[in-house]
């Protein structure tokens, strides 16, 4: 049995799981797979700082420059993270030949073609299935189990804090800001929320499915992306008597005329959809083929520790038998779209007479139906707010609208709004 030597670049808490696994479940792994990997050096500038490097790893300390020289070094390990060191040492990795592992999403996201171009041209691989979905076995699903069935449309819930912030506005009609504390201090949600409540974490890894799932090659920039920081109690109250529920949704369809629509959005979720009863720190996805027009679902830890590590070492495993699950994009598409759906509105007004009219009559300019109005709770003072819900309608064509309709006078802030899935 050949053995696979392995070294980790970085030892925080994702790589500091991948060196327990391996040390820990290196008999397991063998046994299970007939796969022995060997974890023989460990690249960390944080080493003397990290309480939890017990020592009998100290002897796997190496130089990160000797190590990507190693021509006895297999498999390198990123779990460095970001786009800086982490993307210089990938693509050294893969000049000189050796084969990448990554949960590195913005990296992956940003220089996919880059990274898969270079992997080509020095006949290796890199592979990523924790970047997306964690402990889902999202990725490998797509290149393996699905590759006989074409993927028209996906849509599900890739970040699982902005899922426990929702899940909590929604249970308990906390305000934001109160959950989003209690997530920090859980550990759920970085000192630094950013990434995750503005969307932009989900946009990477929803780059990375439209890469593999329908081939093309697509900047994160280009796909339409809202936070989940303006929603407010109220609006879990519409979302139940609209009877529906509100998660952070990725979704992306190829049209048969080729064109992709692509979005990262807060979306009221109506009816009995799978998909809306994911709770907690979960995530899920929905996977349409040309065959299995009902989807595959699949649901699971999106992050942690453990959950992300053994994604990382499935990957290793799988390098280390000679399986290739790498799917490099064919074409590349710079204008993606978001698709036409009905929306949800929330105003918050001064309250005066004719108000719902003058809403009536910018959106029925502009060709818009309006499906239900709804206004709950005694509300006695100004503003006031209520809600309405639209027909299906082109993107651009509600944004025009509800750029009128918001220079309105009786306005007491701008109106919010969600897509709507049915």
Do not use: W
Not at 72 to 79: A, G, K, L, R
Not at 101 to 117: D, G, S
Not at 379 to 386: D, E, G, L, M, V
């Amino acid at each position: 049995m050949k053995t696979t030597k392995v070294a980790i670049f970085g030892h925080g808490i994702i790589g500091g799981g991948v060196s327990r696994i391996l040390l820990a479940d290196q008999a397991n792994i063998t046994a299970r797979t007939g796969t022995s990997l060997e974890l023989v050096a460990i690249c960390t500038k944080d080493a003397e700082l990290d309480s939890e490097i017990h020592d009998a790893y100290r002897h796997l300390f190496r130089d990160a420059e000797e190590v990507l020289a190693d021509p006895e070094i297999d498999i390198i390990c990123e779990t460095i993270g970001g786009e800086g060191i982490a993307l210089q040492f990938v693509k050294k990795a893969l000049a000189n030949g050796k084969k990448v592992v990554t949960a590195n999403k913005k990296m992956i996201a940003l220089h996919f073609a880059e990274l898969a171009a270079l992997a080509e041209e020095h006949n290796t691989q890199i592979l990523f299935e924790a970047a997306v979905g964690g402990g889902i076995p999202l990725l490998s699903t797509i290149t393996c189990g699905l590759s006989a069935d074409p993927i028209l449309s996906l849509g599900g819930i890739l970040n699982g804090t902005t899922n426990y912030i929702l899940t909590k506005m929604d249970h308990e009609g906390a305000d934001f800001a109160t959950v989003l504390s209690e997530a920090q201090t859980l550990g759920y949600a970085e000192a630094d929320p950013t990434d995750d409540i503005e969307g932009f974490d989900v946009v990477y890894k929803l780059s990375i499915l439209c890469a593999l799932a329908f081939g093309v090659g697509i900047h994160p920039e280009s796909i339409s992306r809202t936070g989940i920081g303006g929603i407010t109690a109220t609006d879990f109250l519409y979302a139940k008597h609209f009877g529906g529920r509100i998660k952070l949704l990725a979704s992306a369809q190829l049209h048969a005329d080729g064109r992709l629509s692509a979005q990262v959005s807060p979306t009221l979720i109506v009816g009995n959809h799978r998909i809306a009863g994911v709770d907690g720190v979960l995530n899920a996805i929905n996977l349409i083929g040309k065959y299995n027009t009902v989807g595959n679902f699949l649901s699971g830890e999106g992050a942690g520790r453990f959950a992300t590590a053994a994604a990382i070492v499935s990957d290793m495993v799988a390098l280390a038998q000679g399986t290739d699950k790498s799917i490099r994009p064919t074409k590349t598409i710079t204008e993606v779209t978001a698709p036409k759906q009905a929306y949800y509105l929330r105003f918050r007004v001064t309250d005066r007479p004719g108000i719902l009219g003058e809403i009536c009559s910018i959106f029925g300019k502009h060709d818009i139906s309006i499906d239900a109005v709804e206004q709950l709770g005694q509300q006695k003072t100004n503003p006031i707010h209520f809600a309405l819900t639209t027909f299906p309608v082109e993107n651009e064509q509600f944004k025009t609208a509800l750029a009128e309709v918001a220079t309105l006078d009786f306005n007491a802030e701008a109106p919010f709004y969600l897509p709507i899935r049915h």
